[in-house]
């Protein structure tokens, strides 16, 4: 049997969700990284420090007393067919043998 107090527990849960994961306005303390630039210096366990810009990131931030509120650990390139950006992909071929 389904108590009312579920039905209303998983609604507040969806409103604070939705709340915390909309965007915050706060001062960054770190410029934007251009992805091409990242990608080109990253090398294999690489660990890269986020500022994350919604509510919840804050929290986060707030709690930890820290500038940045996520990690990454950064395993291996992308692999040659994903490239979101749209910058050059990469090649598995040597420089060499590049056309």
Aim: hydrophobic share 40%; aromatic share 8%.
């Amino acid at each position: 049997m389904v108590s009312p107090l579920n039905g209303i527990a998983r609604w507040l849960g969806g409103q604070l969700s939705q709340y915390l994961s909309q965007a915050s306005h706060s001062n960054s303390t770190a410029a934007p990284t251009d992805p091409i630039r990242l990608m080109a210096c990253l090398q294999p366990c690489d660990v890269l420090l986020v500022e994350g810009q919604t509510r919840v990131s804050v929290a986060i931030k707030y709690l930890t007393q820290s500038a940045w509120s996520h990690t990454a650990l950064f395993v291996a390139g992308p692999p040659a067919w994903w490239m979101p950006w749209g910058g050059p992909r990469l090649s598995s071929k040597p420089p060499s043998t590049r056309v």
